[in-house]
């Protein structure tokens, strides 16, 4: 049936109506204004919820979320998003408010299910979603289903590491994915460059801190320091997902998030680099594929917890 999807981000809160063919209507969107803690945040999400709910029933209201959070019980731990929040049980706040179902998924495995379900993931088992954006999540469907683990925790692909004496992580360790090719990452290693002189990424930038999107002009552009920055991003991603590959052996894995945005530049140099670091049985067993839900990804995959395959 007819169902609501909401995503909550660390900047935007985005909700709608999702009909059982993935399209979107009534959507909604505020600033989700975390700094101003848990009560104010999910009285926004429930001002979204209202908007888009109308006069009909709808079966159920799926949120996703910034994790840590255990999609069971719909408890929110504490994720670095959301400041202020400590065992927040959201799922039944909502459940309480709106006298409707709901489901509380991590944000990255929503999207995951998403791209399954309806986007460029479709008929793909397993499949392997990533999305490379300020931080990198991922989510598997194994055997048609989302694959949560013992505690629901499972998917922090961005937690693997992939260089033992890397950066630090937000996360408190060394090395992860996330640490060393996030957006976040490739915008370190631009402002690095700038301050040691390079005056292409400080152009493209007009004179603030370097974005990812800048590093990658700039690479487009042929600047050497640029390509070195993009060719290392792609390194640990191809280490990252040949790791991953070689522990499923994916029939697809879908990449999404800000950064897959330069895919122009991405993709082709990442196929290679993948193919590179695999055993070779695993030649030609997968592809590698652009998301294609885009910025609907987290609210079409918060609906669809609702679709009866996810559980
Ligand atoms: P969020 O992390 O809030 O989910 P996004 O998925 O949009 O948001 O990811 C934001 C990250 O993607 C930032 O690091 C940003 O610099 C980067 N980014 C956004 N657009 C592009 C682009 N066209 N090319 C490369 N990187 C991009
Ligand atoms: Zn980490």
Redesign the pocket.
Known sequence: GRCIGVDV????IAAARVEPDGSLSRRFRTDTRAAEGPASVIERICQGIEQVMGEESVEGIGIACPGPLNARTGVVLSPP?LPGWDRVPLKDRLEERFGVPVRVEN?ANAAAWGEYLMGAGRGADPMIYI?????IGGGMVLDGRLYRGADTYAGEIGHTIVDPGGAPCGCGRRGCLEAMA???A??RAGAEVVRKGNRRIRELSGGSAP???H???ACREGDEDASRIISETVRYLAIGISNIIHLFNPRAIVI???????GDVLFPSLRERVRACLMPSFAGTFELLPAKLG?DAGVIGAAALWAKRSE
Do not use: H, L, M, P
Not at 9 to 12: D, V, Y
């Open positions: 981000g660390g900047t935007k998003n944000d999305t490379v954006s300020t931080g996030s957006g976040t490739i915008a974005r990812a999107e590093v990658f002009a999404g998030g800000g950064v897959a945005s330069a910025e």
